[in-house]
């Protein structure tokens, strides 16, 4: 397991951590993986890297706030995080190295765990309004928690060092050249970009056996990214998905979610959202229903797709056939759609414009993001061209471009 760890570290550094323009860093991470840390943060001073920002999050300290008042959770300095926007303004690397803490919040009060995640949203908005131009290099990877490990294998001893495995192995730590590996990798998926943007796609079907029918345009002006492109490192750790935004109105139909959805640390299972002029006007869950509701109506931008984004059933993850329970695995596993911010850069020029503008180009505007797992393997897509043409681009489950 060490030489995996190093192994993560030298992919971090090299492949998601962009040091050209900057030699300052901030890592969000868990308490619980701060060794791991500590040998990142020696391995970024002997690099040169000096300006190290450490932001820590604690479980049982979020509890602990959370009994706290309405009033007391809006004053508490644990959710404050203006300290992002100093160091986006350094135009610093930010490195998110995220866990999971299955059941952390089912007892909580709903409304404090969701103005407690607004207050932290709020309060970095610098940040994210250049992490959304690509103004700052950021990445998003995973390391296991001892209560993720062991609920995604409740029978195991060692559930840790096994889901540290699964995720080093996702992570293509196991290649024998992993740096190369992700070459190859970034290569391919530029290869399905380019394919995909030449074809002009103006709409979108979806149909699998679990009820989705589903349709959804895109503007003249949308892009497909994929997993490198005019961002010069990964942004996900690990990443198989190629994605663009849709025209924020369009959406009509049904969507079943084809594994659950992890919001707040609160489980969504077996549910569907339906779309009229692309606004969620009707859902159901048999778990979690409460949570989706509140994730709905959070803000306007919910209501609407920000993203679309497709997974090829070869994807590692996919075929493990493992719900890991984490949104930045799962969502590799899977086709997706995320309800909330879409992306500008999947617009031309759009890194360049305004909110306004981009809003005015179909762009949804919010202030959160959340993806949805839709794919199967029998997902079945047809995309019809802006020249009239209809071509299937995805067949149970896989590419077929």
């Known amino acids: 397991m060490q030489e995996l760890e190093n192994k993560y570290i030298d992919l971090l550094v090299t492949k998601c951590m962009n040091f050209q323009k900057t030699k300052s860093v901030l890592i969000n991470y868990y308490v619980e993986n701060k060794d791991f840390i500590d040998k990142l943060v020696e391995r970024l001073k002997e690099m040169g890297i000096s300006d190290i920002y450490l932001d820590e999050e604690d479980p049982l300290k979020y509890r602990e706030c959370l009994q706290k008042t309405e009033e007391e959770i809006k004053k508490e300095p644990y959710f404050d995080k203006s300290i992002w926007n100093k160091y986006a303004k350094k135009k610093a690397s930010f490195l998110m190295i995220k866990s999971e803490y299955p059941h952390l919040t089912e007892d909580l009060d709903l409304k404090k765990v969701a103005l407690a995640s607004k207050i932290a949203l709020e309060t970095r908005q610098v940040f994210y309004k250049m992490q959304k131009h690509n103004d700052v290099p950021w990445c998003i990877a995973s390391l296991p928690s001892q209560e993720w490990a062991q609920e995604v294998f409740p029978n195991e001893k060692n559930a840790y060092a096994k889901l540290f495995e699964l995720i080093a192995s996702f992570c293509l730590l196991k290649e024998k050249d992993y740096l190369k590996a992700w070459d190859l990798l970034i290569a391919q998926s530029n290869k399905i970009v380019k394919k995909l943007n030449k074809l002009q796609i103006k709409k979108l079907h979806y149909t699998n056996k679990l009820g989705t029918d589903f349709k959804v345009e895109l503007s003249k002006e949308a892009l497909w990214c994929g997993l490198a492109q005019d961002v010069k490192c990964l942004v996900n750790m690990p990443s198989f998905e190629v994605f663009t935004s849709p025209l924020a109105k369009t959406a009509e139909g049904k969507v079943y979610a084809s594994m659950p959805l992890y919001y707040n640390n609160q489980k969504i299972a077996k549910f569907y959202l339906e779309f009229k002029k692309g606004k969620v006007v009707n859902f ?78 179909g762009l949804n505007i919010a202030k959160n993001h959340v993806d949805l797992m839709i794919g199967t393997d029998d997902l079945n897509i047809t995309a019809e061209t802006y020249d009239g043409k209809k071509i299937k681009i995805f067949v149970d489950g896989k590419f077929d471009i």
């Not at 617009?347 to 981009?358: A, M």
């Open 284 to 361: 159901e869950a048999e778990e979690g229903e409460e949570v989706l509701k509140e994730l709905i109506s959070s803000e306007e931008g919910m209501q609407y797709l920000g993203e679309i984004a497709l997974v090829d059933a070869s994807s590692p993850i996919a075929k493990c056939h493992t719900v890991l329970g984490t949104t930045l695995l799962d969502e590799n596993a899977s086709c997706h759609m995320a309800l909330g911010e879409g992306f500008p850069e999947c617009l031309k020029g759009g890194n360049d414009l305004s909110n306004t503008k981009l809003k005015q180009k």
